[in-house]
């Protein structure tokens, strides 16, 4: 059973480009959740989707930041017309059920975005 | 607001020896604790788990205890290992929450 895949684990963007971040749940998890950590800070909450649904985005920028998670294929972090304040390590993790209880979030290896 | 302080920021100590990472937390409902090690470079992976109604988890080298009463939790680690390099991150509340916890260095 394959851990969380996440890919590219490097992005170099340009000022104004757009930025796409996958993410593979581990197999047989419907909970996805995205942090953001810029350096020297801890992670920051970003969004919980459950398949097809946004549950929270409380931690979502409310501009050129989206994310969904279709019923088939990874979920997708979407960064439009990046700023360079957009670099920073984007992580996603993947529980089986949602966070109410007692389930452990798996975390994938992280996206690094650095916008020049 | 919720809030998560941790101590020390950062702690070096030789192979072998014990240690104890604090957290003092301030969120509300409480509903479970977890402590997380991440790697430089890597997501973080759970350690632990504890309900409000749990004292003590242990997890290996690792013992976390909670005091929900007072909200304060600790992470020891029993013969520490070079790889036991990491930070170390107390997250309570069932919306995670990181802090940028213990930056835990073992020199040999």
């Known amino acids: 059973n394959a851990g969380v895949m996440q890919n590219p684990r490097h992005l170099v963007r340009r000022r104004g480009q757009e930025a796409r971040l996958r993410c593979s749940p581990m197999?047989?998890?419907?909970?996805v959740y995205w942090y953001r950590q810029l350096p020297e800070e801890g992670l920051k909450f970003m969004v919980y989707l459950q398949k097809e649904n946004i549950i929270d985005e409380s931690g979502m920028p409310k501009e050129r930041f989206s994310a969904e998670f279709p019923k088939e294929g990874p979920s997708i972090l979407r960064i439009q017309q990046v700023v360079r304040g957009d670099s920073a390590a984007y992580f996603c993790?993947?529980?089986?059920?949602?966070?109410?209880?007692?389930?452990?979030?798996?975390f994938g290896p992280g996206t690094r975005l650095l916008v020049l | 607001k919720n809030q998560v302080e941790q101590s020390p920021q950062s702690l070096i100590i030789l192979e072998g020896k014990n240690c104890t990472l604090q957290?003092?937390?301030?969120?509300?409902?409480?509903?479970?604790l977890r402590w997380y090690k991440q790697d430089t470079g890597r997501g973080p992976v759970s350690l632990t788990i504890?309900?409000?109604?749990?004292n003590t988890k242990s997890n290996g080298r690792y013992t976390a205890t909670l005091d929900a009463d007072t909200k304060q939790s600790s992470l020891h680690i029993t013969a520490s290992q070079l790889s036991d390099s990491a930070s170390y991150i107390c997250?309570?509340?069932?919306?995670?929450?990181f802090g940028t916890g213990t930056r835990l260095t073992i020199i040999p």
């Open positions: 504890m309900t409000f109604s749990e």
């Open positions: 957290c003092n937390y301030t969120v509300s409902p409480f509903s479970n």
């Open positions: 993790a993947s529980s089986p059920t949602g966070t109410g209880g007692l389930e452990t979030q798996y």
């Open positions: 997250v309570p509340g069932g919306k995670l929450t």
């Open positions: 197999k047989g998890h419907s909970h």
